[in-house]
């Protein structure tokens, strides 16, 4: 398996402008999570899935994010519109079912706003 | 929800030293403790994990050792090597979490030559 695809790798748009951050999970990994890095606020959890439905999206900083997961494959980050706050590395992880499971990062999406 | 507290927030230790970080969790339900490595611009990766019924765990230069009465768990690196340099984050996860993995604020080591 080629591991958690995260695309595009590098994103630079302007504020207001809608983007969307993709992910591809290892495949059969029941888990997916969302997470956002920066320095001042470290290794946030967005949200996360289990069975393509949303657990617990309580580290969604506003209503302008929004995710999804339409299939066992695949799941999207939203931000609309984007703000120059929102700047950070967004990363994308995948488990499989038991608890006590490795969790499997992907490379992460690099976003800038301006 | 549980809540991890990690410390400390940077460290930098000679090359061959030993290095410690601690954690504490709030949560007396959580049983599984991963730890992760995450290198300059790589995702996190997973190093060492222990379970709830074991209270210390060892892979070659890496420990953990775990305290549930105290609720808190460190990471030894013993014999330091500059490609230990990297951010390490601790987790606790409970058992009714649903396994949500949800990190300390990690620990920026930096090993000298």
């Known amino acids: 398996d080629a591991g958690v695809i995260q695309s595009p790798r590098h994103e630079v748009t302007e504020m207001g402008q809608e983007v969307t951050l993709r992910c591809k999970p290892i495949?059969?990994?029941?888990?997916l999570f969302w997470y956002r890095q920066t320095m001042m606020r470290g290794l946030e959890l967005l949200i996360y899935?289990?069975?393509?439905?949303?657990?617990?999206d309580s580290g969604m900083p506003e209503d302008r994010f929004s995710a999804k997961m339409p299939n066992a494959s695949f799941s999207t980050l939203k931000i609309q519109p984007s703000e120059p706050r929102d700047s950070a590395v967004y990363f994308c992880?995948?488990?499989?079912?038991?608890?006590?499971?490795?969790?499997?990062f992907g490379q992460g999406t690099r976003l800038t706003v301006v | 929800g549980e809540n991890v507290e990690q410390h400390p927030s940077t460290l930098s230790v000679q090359e061959g030293d030993s290095a410690v970080i601690k954690c504490t969790y709030s949560?007396?339900?959580?049983?599984?403790f991963p730890w992760y490595k995450q290198e300059l611009g790589k995702g996190p990766q997973l190093i060492i994990d222990?379970?709830?019924?074991?209270g210390e765990k060892k892979d070659q230069r890496i420990a953990v050792t775990l305290n549930k009465t105290a609720k808190h768990f460190s990471l030894h690196i013993t014999e330091t090597q500059p490609e230990d340099s990297a951010v390490y984050f601790c987790?606790?996860?409970?058992?009714?979490?649903?396994?949500?993995?949800?990190f300390g604020a990690g620990t920026q080591v930096v090993v000298t030559p």
């Open positions: 992880a995948s488990r499989s079912g038991g608890i006590n499971t490795e969790a499997f």
């Open positions: 495949s059969g990994h029941d888990y």
């Open positions: 899935f289990n069975n393509n439905v949303p657990i617990d």
């Open positions: 949560d007396s339900a959580s049983n599984y």
């Open positions: 222990i379970r709830s019924n074991v």
């Open positions: 987790a606790a996860i409970p058992t009714d979490s649903w396994g949500k993995l949800q």
